[in-house]
């Protein structure tokens, strides 16, 4: 199940849906049994280290997680709350909000551009790569219908990977803060998920 999130946008597309038309009680139950190797996969490495492609599935399958099964992982759970501050991070270096050497080569920006080389993006002698655009896009899947036996499945359309990173994260971060309203804006800063929480706000 797990590598099916992490693999292509279409795979995730139909695991969520499959999975959100199961009983509750039987989707946390799969989540509750999944949890260790989750964890292990998720959580083990740094955001950043990871391919774009599996940051991409990290962060869907987290959004799909706190929306859908949000007792699983709740928002005081430590390498939950480590792994937000660190996508928060990398997008604030990305768009020129906070400055960190050890993410410059490792970010996503605002329009979906992955920019590993900012010196030369600036110089004038490299004018091809001043303006990063996503002209490779029209090589990706278009929005198709599959169908299954009477069911008909609208896939959306593929994304660049920098763009469907920065759209996991809105997601993400939707998820965390509707479903967890009072932790997020209500925690004391004293406690370990207010500490976490009051650095979170700060970012955003």
Excluded: W, Y
């Amino acid at each position: 199940m797990l590598s099916l999130f992490l693999d292509s946008v279409a795979a995730r597309f139909l695991l969520k849906h499959f999975i959100s038309n199961l009983p509750t009680e039987t989707c946390q139950k799969i989540f509750k049994d999944q949890m260790p190797i989750i964890r292990r996969v998720i959580f083990s490495r740094s955001l950043r280290l990871l391919p774009l492609s599996e940051q991409v599935g990290a962060v869907e399958a987290l959004a799909f997680i706190v929306k859908e099964v949000k007792d699983v992982l709740p928002l005081s759970d430590q390498h939950l709350l480590a792994f937000l501050s660190e996508l928060l991070k990398m997008s604030s270096v990305a768009d020129g909000e906070m400055t960190d050497s050890a993410l410059s080569a490792h970010v996503v920006d605002k329009n979906g551009n992955a920019l590993t080389n900012k010196k030369a993006i600036t110089s004038s002698s490299f004018r091809s790569e001043k303006c990063p655009s996503h002209a490779s896009a029209i090589f990706f899947r278009r929005e198709c219908v599959l169908q299954l036996d009477k069911t008909k499945f609208v896939i959306p359309e593929e994304l660049p990977q920098g763009v469907q990173l920065r759209v996991s994260s809105i997601s993400l971060l939707h998820a965390v803060i509707v479903n967890n309203p009072p932790a997020f804006f209500d925690a004391e800063v004293s406690t370990p998920i207010g500490t976490r929480v009051s650095s979170l706000q700060e970012i955003i």
